[in-house]
């Protein structure tokens, strides 16, 4: 398996502008969650899909923010409009079922934005 | 509401060994994992304890207590390749609530 593949690897775009980050989740994973990284803030739960289905947003910063699964092999995040305090590393990471058991989640390598 | 403590720096030579505490406050317990992440790459999976006691995988072993609400990863015969962050989690809701963090640096 290829693990979790996300894209693109870097993003780099001005303040204002609209930006999609993708994500496609291990094959049979039925959870699916995106997580940003700061140094000050550490890793936040932004939103989870169970079986495609949001569960849970409370994550989502504000409403710039937006996230879909339209099926299992398919998810993105996109913000728009982007602004400079949203630059960070976004994750995208999948598992069986809640992913609190002995085989935890799989993360992809992650998106770098920078918002100028 | 929950919250996770753990050391933000530790430094170790190599091999020797490490234990990384972690403490957690959680409404509701459902196990304590480790992930490893090497600078610039994703948090891997190490370890999950549920109940009471150690589990050991390889070089790597992790220490859960309930009552105290703490635990730990050791790591032993430390390698340079060790030098990562590593995190502990609790399930919140519905998905894994992480802690800051604790960066190792393994020395020659």
């Known amino acids: 398996d290829a693990g979790v593949i996300q894209s693109p690897r870097h993003e780099v775009t001005e303040m204002g502008q609209e930006v999609t980050l993708r994500c496609k989740p291990i094959s049979g994973h039925n959870s699916l969650f995106w997580y940003r990284q700061t140094m000050m803030r550490g890793l936040e739960l932004l939103i989870y899909f169970n079986n495609n289905v949001p569960i849970d947003d409370s994550g989502m910063p504000e409403d710039r923010f937006s996230a879909k699964m339209p099926n299992a092999s398919f998810s993105t995040l996109k913000i728009q409009p982007s602004e400079p305090r949203d630059s960070a590393v976004y994750f995208c990471a999948s598992t069986t079922g809640t992913g609190d058991r002995s085989y935890g989640y799989t993360f992809g390598s992650g998106t770098r934005l920078t918002v100028v | 509401g929950q919250s996770l403590e753990q050391p933000s720096e530790v430094t170790a030579v190599e091999g020797a060994i490490v234990q990384i505490n972690c403490t957690y406050q959680?409404?509701?317990?459902?196990?304590l994992s480790w992930y490893q992440q090497h600078d610039g790459g994703a948090p891997t999976f190490l370890s999950y304890?549920?109940?009471?006691g150690l589990e050991e995988t390889g070089r790597f072993s992790s220490f859960l207590s309930r009552s105290d609400s703490y635990g730990y990863l050791l790591l032993q015969e430390l390698q340079m390749k060790d030098s990562a962050s590593y995190f502990c989690a609790v399930r919140g809701g519905y998905a894994l609530n992480f802690g800051k963090g604790t960066s190792l640096l393994v020395t020659p």
């Open positions: 304890n549920a109940l009471d």
């Open positions: 959680t409404s509701g317990f459902y196990g």
